[in-house]
């Protein structure tokens, strides 16, 4: 059984169906203090093959039981807090949550024998890049304390690897959009951060408008250039990087994006575009702790994983206006 943590998530929900779907059996590991039960329970309607467990990292108990109960081949470690403003006014939450939480299912995991672990990194440990697109080997410098979080977690990981025999695989995701909406699953934040569905909503709601953050970084059109990735994507690496972490049993690290940037403004004109709408903006003084650009090369992953990205930006638009309009009639 794979046990994923942060399941019930708007990663986590997709790389469970990436992995029902393959024919294995999934455990999801959450306390739903961002997920959703109600995701879960969409997941079930198609997939049987899915348990629901609800405990939190943060409670020993919790991973015991859980790992004492399911026999786990592997855990694919998703189960986090990433909005980055928070992370710089409550590092305390973050590093208990992201790095204790993170400790303590690692200790659990080498108690019982499990070895294999695919983690959830991200783009922003690297921080203000010194050259694009950015590589594996690019210099770690995270300018915020979400991004600080992921970088100890991969510290502790290559620790845990020279002492237990712990084999990671850490993912470096840059920007994740889309949705499986035909399958009643997508981004489902109660306090919504992420551009798209942001968008979106000023689209679907006639009193909400977009902000940008920041319109003079030194870019093109003056608003952020970041590299954005379809969640289905990602979900179908998580699987590839269980594939090779099996077969070579060896840590390894693979940033995934597509290579493309988007500026804000250009997320504006394509959403406004595809859904034929018009999309009501605010301009707002920069956030901390934003770099002005962050562009991904995954060619490792290409090469490495054999995985590359099927949908276009247009399909992750298209597929994120359908799951909101799902997500409207949810409340
Ligand atoms: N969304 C992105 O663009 C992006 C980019 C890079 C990296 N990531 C990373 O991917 C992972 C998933 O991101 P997401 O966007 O799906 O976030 P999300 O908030 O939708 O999902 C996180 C899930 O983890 C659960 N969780 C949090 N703390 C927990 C704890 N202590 N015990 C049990 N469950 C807990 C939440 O309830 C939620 O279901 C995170 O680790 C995030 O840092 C996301």
């Given amino acids: 059984m794979i046990l994923i943590t942060g399941g019930a998530g708007y990663i986590g929900s997709h790389c469970s169906i990436e992995f029902l779907r393959n024919g294995f059996d999934v455990i999801v590991f959450d306390n739903f203090s961002l997920g959703h039960k109600k995701i879960i329970d969409n997941i079930m309607f198609n997939y049987p093959n899915i348990v629901l467990f609800q405990g939190d990292l943060r409670n020993k108990k919790d991973l015991d039981i859980v790992f004492r109960k399911y026999q786990i081949d592997a855990v694919v470690h ?23 939480g993170t400790l303590n ?4 995991m080498v108690k019982n024998n499990v070895l294999k672990i695919i983690f959830s990194s991200s783009a922003a440990i690297y921080g203000e890049p010194s050259y694009i697109p950015v590589d594996e080997t690019h210099p ?15 510290n502790i990981m290559d620790d845990y690897d020279l002492a237990y025999g ?20 997508g981004e489902w934040h109660d306090v919504e951060t992420h551009l798209l ?30 590299d954005y990735i379809d969640v289905e994507d990602i979900a179908e690496a998580h699987r590839l990087a269980y594939n090779y972490l099996n077969k070579n049993n060896k840590t390894d690290v693979f940033n995934l994006g597509s290579q493309d940037g988007v500026s804000v403004k250009q997320m504006c004109n ?18 901390q702790g934003d770099c002005a650009i962050l562009l991904a090369d995954s060619s490792k992953a290409k090469k490495i994983l054999n995985w590359k990205a099927r949908n276009s930006i247009s399909d992750s638009i298209y597929n994120a206006y359908q799951w909101e309009k799902i997500l409207e009639s949810f409340s």
């Fill in 140 to 154: 770690k410098n995270p300018i915020n304390t979400y991004g600080k979080t992921k970088l100890v977690v991969e």
């Fill in 105 to 108: 299912l690692l200790s659990s």
């Fill in 197 to 226: 569905p942001n968008i979106i909503k000023s689209v679907l709601k006639s009193k909400f408008k977009f902000k940008i953050f920041g319109a003079n970084y030194p870019t093109f059109d003056g608003t952020c250039i970041r």
């Fill in 166 to 185: 712990l084999k990671s695989i850490r993912l470096r995701y840059f920007n994740v959009l889309g949705a499986n909406y035909k399958e009643n699953i």
């Fill in 270 to 287: 394509l959403v406004s575009k595809i859904l034929d709408k018009k999309i009501s903006i605010e301009y707002t003084s920069k956030r």
């Fill in 78 to 100: 998703l189960a986090a807090f990433s909005q980055v403003k928070q992370s710089i006014l409550e590092p305390e939450v973050y590093y208990e949550n992201n790095v204790l």
